[in-house]
């Protein structure tokens, strides 16, 4: 398959983003089991931005050593804004979710799952990289299916 | 309105220029070769500034390059 500079840049970053919040999540989702947690994953949590960076920088360093860095035209800059159109709505779902269930939580007094900070900003996080991986995805489909 | 589709002569216009490579015309008009895939593919409508772009590399008129074609237009040819 014929990929060009854009897609194999947004395909690394994708699988990057999969496999590095994989690891933070399933790790997060196993310290909530522990009796000892002491709720808070920040530790993990700039490991896991930094492994990103770090990828994706290495990642990037080895695409332009192929030779294949190209500038963005009004194609890439179109495709992106649609991409980010989804990213936005699936963000905006999330963050109403999260701002319900704190409004619904906060009226009804004690729920079954208390809405601590730590689970809001995990919560928050997961909608932000479902949002990433639908800007990544929806790229990807655009460059395939044309626009 | 019935909606049309945009279709282009880009593939004979480059063979009829000394067959000019796909990634030529992209350097010339200044986007992509994966651009000028995907205009010659009718994947993607360019702007009205690479149309015009594109019309100047070939020396023709934009009309030559590009043609708006709707369902009744081919049904009355």
Known sequence: MDLSYQEKSILGSLMAMVVVYSIYFAGTLRDIGRSDFNGSSLGRLIFTVIAIIVIEIVYHIVLAIEGGVERKDERDILIESKAYRNAYLVLATGASLVITYAIVAGLAGATRIPLTPFLAVNVLLLFMVIAELTHALTQLFYYRRGV | ?77
Request: charged share 25%; proline share 3%; glycine share 6%.
């Open chain 2, 1 to 77: 309105m019935a909606r049309g589709q945009i279709h282009n002569t880009i593939r004979r216009l480059r063979f009829d220029h000394a067959e000019m490579t796909q990634q030529e015309l992209a350097e010339k008009v200044g986007v992509t070769r994966q651009t000028v895939i995907a205009i010659e593919g009718d994947k993607y409508s360019p702007s009205l500034e690479v149309a015009f772009r594109i019309a100047h590399v070939f020396g023709v008129p934009l009309e030559q390059v590009f043609q708006y074609v709707t369902g009744e237009s081919e049904s009355a040819a």
